[in-house]
């Protein structure tokens, strides 16, 4: 019952990501890569709760 609705909205929540992704400052992805963290482990501790 909670897989239909996400699956569902993914397509809406593609483009305001992806918009805001493109948005974050070069310095904090070169701050992630710098202090050794992969690209995965980048993505969901540091970039995504930047957005928020």
């Known amino acids: 019952m909670v897989a ?4 569902f909205s993914l397509p809406l929540m593609v ?3 992806q918009s805001g992704l493109q948005n974050l400052p070069v310095s904090v992805i070169e701050a992630s890569c710098t202090l050794g963290k ?8 540091v970039l995504l709760p930047f957005l928020g």
């Open 38 to 45: 992969s690209d995965l482990n980048s993505l969901f501790r």
């Open 15 to 17: 483009h305001p990501l």
């Open 4 to 7: 239909g609705p996400v699956i």
